[in-house]
């Protein structure tokens, strides 16, 4: 199969056919094999990948996003992220009022509406890694020193013992 007819694709993806066009129309997603281009009888086709965006789009417009929001996200996301070959590897977090994008190394997480403003991201796990390896690097320093203390102390009482 070449491509999804916009009934297809309504089908496929829980989107109306309404929502299709006017998506189109405003620009939020165009189906990427075939337009209409404003021409009446012609079908508008879209790809696999059309798909599993127009699916990630009605997610976040029916958790409260609003369009205008998705579309900037959209667009930084088409810009930046390379989202036509690793869609599958974006992921997306919202919190009703932004749209973040986590990076594929975990390590950061971007505000997709304010053109990738690295956003504040606490990975607890890796605090509370680094966390255990200093205490585990004082424990064994403190021993360290404990010990060489007990030595010095054993010379001292030596000497003294001696001298």
Not at 22 to 39: E, F, I
């Amino acid at each position: 199969m070449e491509g999804f007819t916009a009934q297809q694709t309504s089908t496929l993806t829980g989107c109306t056919p309404h929502q299709l066009r006017y998506w189109d129309k405003v620009g939020l997603l165009k189906p990427s094999l075939q337009r209409t281009g404003g021409r009446p009888g012609k079908r508008r086709l879209y790809s696999f990948r059309d798909l599993v965006a127009l699916r990630v789009i009605k997610s976040l417009l029916d958790n409260g996003m609003s369009v205008q929001r998705v579309r900037r996200a959209w667009d930084y996301l088409r810009r930046t992220a390379d989202i036509d070959a690793h869609l599958a590897d974006v992921r997306l977090v919202t919190d009703g009022q932004s749209i973040f994008v986590v990076a594929r190394d975990d390590d950061e997480l971007l505000d997709a509406l304010r053109q990738g403003q690295l956003a504040f991201f606490v990975a607890i796990n890796e605090i509370a890694k680094t966390v255990e390896e200093d205490v585990t690097r004082f424990e064994l320093d403190r021993e360290r020193f404990l010990e060489l203390l007990r030595r010095v102390e054993e010379d001292i009482e030596e000497e003294a013992a001696t001298g």
